[in-house]
């Protein structure tokens, strides 16, 4: 028992601290539709890391690789600020899987003429939740504190604009300005957490939890509860499982997030149906 403590402690507690910011962020981006855009801007930030590689032989976790990525993550972020105010045509989630599109294969093509470009893209996917260290957790929590502070002072812009967008619009609140921001500090977060956990993971953490709060409260309070609680189940199932039947880390906690969503979909399904409405069915059968 204490060999799977010592093994599984770290990631688990890493899984916590990146699964909470995350699901947070979640409640945002479902709430705005934008629904693949961690995976859009973990794109771009692999495209500014690649691209430190190549013009100024950035080594692997440098100052300057972070530099780059963040550079591009911004320039992200304001292009799709900008967009979502005057472009009426397309949806922003279209413009989204486009510039997606097209990062990637600008990451692709960068692979290909980088030396050791493919350990990138595998380390970028999968991450190393098993490896993860002190430092890590120690970086990304003083990181995830400060971002958590920024949505905090900033609640009432992001909170308004993510609610009605063509109400803030209206009212003349610099949406560019608040949406820029937002996904600035949204890809801060997506940058460190893939480092540790890999793109598939990060969106199963942004997305998962968030969609099982929906089903159940708007409060803050509430959501923040339960998903501390799916992300406590889902990570000490998914490492446990892991370890003891041989698995990469990663997967797994996804696996049975997805496991909860769907028995408290279910659940949800069952209790909303009204003691009238089953008489109904009950009746025309």
């Known amino acids: 028992m204490s060999d799977v403590i010592q093994m599984l402690a770290l990631p688990f507690l890493a899984s916590i601290i990146l699964g909470t910011i995350l699901g947070y962020l979640g409640t945002h981006v479902l709430r705005r539709e934008v629904i693949f855009i961690d995976i859009s801007l973990a794109q771009f930030a692999a495209v500014g890391s690649l691209a430190a590689h190549l013009a100024f032989e950035a080594h692997e976790g440098s100052l300057l690789e972070y530099t780059c990525a963040f550079a591009f993550i911004c320039a992200a972020a304001l292009f799709y600020a900008w967009t979502r105010k005057k472009i009426y045509q397309i949806s922003l989630e279209v413009i989204i899987g486009v510039s997606y599109a097209i990062a990637f294969a600008a990451a692709l093509f960068m692979v290909g003429i980088s030396a050791g470009g493919h350990v990138h893209v595998q380390e970028m996917l999968a991450g190393g939740?098993?490896?993860?260290?002190?430092?890590?957790?120690?970086?990304?929590?003083?990181?995830?504190?400060?971002?958590?502070?920024?949505?905090?002072?900033?609640?009432?812009?992001?909170?308004?604009?993510?609610?009605?967008?063509?109400?803030?619009?209206?009212?003349?609140?610099?949406?560019?300005?608040?949406?820029?921001?937002?996904?600035?500090?949204?890809?801060?977060?997506?940058?460190?957490?893939?480092?540790?956990?890999?793109?598939?993971?990060?969106?199963?953490?942004?997305?998962?939890?968030?969609?099982?709060?929906?089903?159940?409260t708007l409060r803050f309070a509430w959501q923040f509860t339960i998903i501390i609680t799916v992300l406590t189940i889902s990570s000490l199932a998914g490492l446990l499982f892991a370890y003891y039947l041989g698995f990469s880390l990663g997967p797994p906690i996804g696996m049975f997030m997805g496991v909860i969503l769907i028995i408290v979909a279910v659940v949800r399904r069952l209790l909303s149906r009204t003691p009238a409405q089953s008489k109904t069915v009950i009746t025309q059968n």
């Not at 209206?170 to 608040?178: I, Q, R």
């Open 129 to 216: 939740l098993l490896w993860v260290t002190y430092t890590d957790i120690i970086l990304c929590s003083a990181f995830f504190v400060l971002i958590g502070l920024c949505f905090f002072i900033f609640r009432r812009p992001f909170n308004h604009i993510s609610n009605n967008y063509d109400q803030a619009l209206s009212e003349k609140v610099n949406v560019v300005w608040w949406d820029f921001l937002f996904y600035a500090l949204m890809g801060i977060v997506i940058t460190l957490s893939v480092r540790v956990a890999g793109v598939i993971m990060v969106f199963a953490y942004l997305i998962i939890p968030a969609t099982i709060t929906s089903l159940f």
